[in-house]
């Protein structure tokens, strides 16, 4: 709810880059993957909660698995069996970085796998859009669909004492992140609209592998700044599953 209140900008920007596509059927099928979008990331931060901020992160990039089956369903893009051997090994990743020991699997499990079908099915209808549309509109009519999600939360009298009461240096940070996201979406819809969107999902999967770094960085640093497990074999076990993922993905792709 907080970034969303910066997202007007965004769509000032993307009307700055070019003519907005007004055809109906790109409105509202734009406006309906935004509005799921928007309410997935309620199963993310959920998982939050429930899970280590590495973990969550390398459940939330399985996702080309689901783009994978759902285009060779809807864009007839058709597996080999070297593919289905990176499927296997993506749901290895999962049980890797998922079991805790005693037959406990983590509890954000569940919330991430439905984050990522989500995820999935609107990364392909984006493809399926943008045969038809530019990558821009579609980003216009995404955003506004989630601004006008996040603007409904606000009926929550909750929500809205927080966001009264949010810091200044909130506010600058909230910012930053905000214009990086648009970045981010726009080479991201700039490189589905000019290649196979299994290929540009793929590139997505390092992420868990940075954060990794950047947390073990910041561990060094400060050790109270994040609540995370990163001891040595903990810190392998991560980067093991991090790798399958990545690996067998690619083998998705090549």
């Not at 669909?145 to 009926?155: E, V, Y």
């Not at 609209?193 to 992420?207: G, H, M, N, P, Y």
């Amino acid at each position: 709810i907080f970034l969303a209140i910066f997202y007007p900008l965004h769509l000032v920007i993307l009307s700055l880059i070019g003519g907005i596509d007004m055809n109906i059927i790109t409105i509202t099928i734009s406006l309906f993957t935004g509005i799921a979008m928007s309410f997935s990331y309620l199963l993310f931060m959920r998982s939050l909660i429930l899970e280590e901020l590495s973990r969550v992160s390398i459940l939330g990039y399985i996702h080309p698995l689901f783009v994978a089956i759902l285009a060779y369903l809807f864009l007839e893009e058709s597996l080999t069996l070297l593919e289905y051997c990176g499927i296997v090994m993506i749901v290895i990743s999962i049980v890797i970085i998922s079991y805790k020991g005693s037959l406990k699997i983590s509890r954000a499990l569940m919330p991430m796998l439905l984050f990522n079908i989500i995820l999935a099915v609107k990364s392909v209808i984006a493809k399926y859009l943008l045969f038809s549309t530019d990558y821009w509109s579609y980003l216009f009519w995404f955003m506004l669909g989630l601004i006008l999600s996040r603007s409904i939360l606000l009926i929550n009298k909750e929500y809205r004492s927080i966001l009264s009461n949010i810091d200044k240096r909130l506010i600058m940070y909230g910012f930053t992140i905000s214009i990086l996201f648009l970045i981010a979406n726009l080479a991201f819809y700039y490189a589905i609209s000019l290649t196979f969107v299994s290929l540009v999902v793929t590139v997505s999967t390092i992420e868990p592998l940075i954060i990794l770094l950047i947390i073990y960085i910041i561990d060094k640093i400060r050790r109270d700044f994040i609540n995370e497990d990163i001891a040595n074999k903990i810190l392998i076990h991560k980067v093991i599953a991090s790798l399958l993922v990545i690996f067998g993905i690619y083998i998705l792709t090549i």
